[in-house]
């Protein structure tokens, strides 16, 4: 049985930052690609960042891209995303997925497991 369990999230202040962690297990982790998304309240899920394990090939959402870091440690099974400089408008539940799509991309639709999400809350 596959599980994703992300953990991190917490209340933060506007232009600080967290680390969020996925711990995966009961799949082929180092061949697999890990994404984060994310839904704020009465927004429909987006696309964060997505890393595959295999190749270590990284992609962002402009929104996002040189303020997150999404890295993995095989070893682990674990996929991190650090986010610095956060905004308000980024509170909201992220999640991470998992997918054996070969070259995905940030659409919800082509990863087949999620996790329950880590509630992230501006605190400004």
């Known amino acids: 049985e596959v599980q994703l369990v992300e953990s991190g999230g917490g209340l933060v202040k506007a232009g600080g930052s967290l680390r969020l962690s996925c711990a995966a297990s009961g799949l082929a982790f180092d061949v697999h690609t890990i994404a984060w998304f994310r839904q704020a309240p009465g927004k429909e899920r987006e696309g964060v960042s997505l890393?595959?394990?295999?190749?270590?090939?990284?992609d962002y959402a402009d929104s996002v891209r040189g303020r997150f870091t999404i890295s993995r440690d095989n070893a682990k099974n674990t996929v991190y995303l650090q986010m610095n400089n956060l905004k308000p408008e980024e509170t909201a539940v992220y999640y991470c997925?998992?997918?054996?799509?070969?070259?995905?991309?940030?659409?919800?639709?082509?990863?087949?497991?999620w996790g329950r999400g880590t509630q992230v809350t501006d605190d400004t």
């Open positions: 997925a998992d997918t054996g799509v070969i070259w995905p991309q940030l659409k919800s639709e082509q990863y087949d497991h």
């Open positions: 890393i595959n394990n295999e190749a270590g090939t990284t």
